[in-house]
């Protein structure tokens, strides 16, 4: 059964500092790795989208990495700000080229405290 | 650019009632995807519709089905609505499924 399963559940950090959300996955074949942010009652932003050929992406302040043969991605938020308190979110797409089929992780807490 | 918009926002039905919910993608993008997101089991994937076709389903009930029109604007229904049926349903739209999604800010659901 194709699992992601993300870690830790939540956190809390200082607002200037960085951290570090883990997403470890059983999905194989594997296709894609998203990153996704959530604030509070709106859909899902996309941060990255990584493919099973890369290790690292960056997005401004958000940088994930991939480890394919581990089937661990993180993703590192740096000098983090207020607005960084969300929930994140890692998908694994087992299948491309129409076949799309994600597997979702239940997602990190973040609050950012001044 | 619009982004993607849902309707209604919110809804209260009943028990054993049916909902329709609506969702149009961004101008071009091809394939619309619905999920489901509660507390308990987080986001779950419903359907994909790309070019009028259901393309992928996920692991639902018959009683949650979907459609397509011509201007990739696409619907959702829930027919014989159950109390965990409750939940938050987002639409994503993308030129072609694999590629970057766009979240609508979703139809927050609850049955009474």
């Known amino acids: 059964k194709n699992q992601v399963e993300q870690s830790p559940q939540s956190l809390i950090i200082l607002e200037g500092k960085n951290c570090t959300l883990q997403?470890?996955?059983?999905?194989?074949?594997?296709?894609?790795l998203r990153w996704y942010k959530q604030d509070t009652g709106r859909g899902p932003v996309s941060l990255t989208i990584m493919t099973f050929s890369e290790n690292t992406k960056s997005n401004g302040r958000y940088t994930a990495t991939l480890d394919a043969d581990t089937k661990q991605s993180s993703l590192h938020i740096t000098a983090s700000q207020l607005s960084d308190s969300a929930s994140y979110i890692c998908v694994v797409s087992p299948t491309s080229g129409g076949s799309y089929i994600p597997t979702f992780g239940r997602g990190t807490s973040l609050i950012v405290h001044p | 650019k619009a982004g993607v918009t849902q309707t209604p926002r919110y809804l209260i039905k009943t028990r054993g009632q049916q909902v329709t919910l609506s969702c149009s993608p961004i101008?071009?993008?091809?394939?619309v995807s619905w999920y489901q997101q509660t507390p308990g089991q987080g986001l779950q994937f419903l359907f994909e519709?790309?070019?009028?076709?259901?393309?992928n389903k996920g692991n639902f009930p018959g009683r949650f089905s979907g459609r397509q029109f011509s201007n990739s604007r696409s619907e959702m229904n829930v027919s014989t609505l159950e109390l965990g049926d409750s939940a938050l349903y987002l639409c994503?739209?993308?030129?072609?499924?694999?590629?970057?999604?766009?979240f609508g800010p979703g139809t927050r659901l609850t049955v009474l």
């Open positions: 997403c470890n996955y059983t999905v194989s074949p594997f296709s894609n």
């Open positions: 519709y790309f070019s009028e076709t259901q393309r």
């Open positions: 101008s071009g993008h091809r394939s």
């Open positions: 994503a739209s993308s030129w072609d499924g694999d590629n970057e999604q766009f």
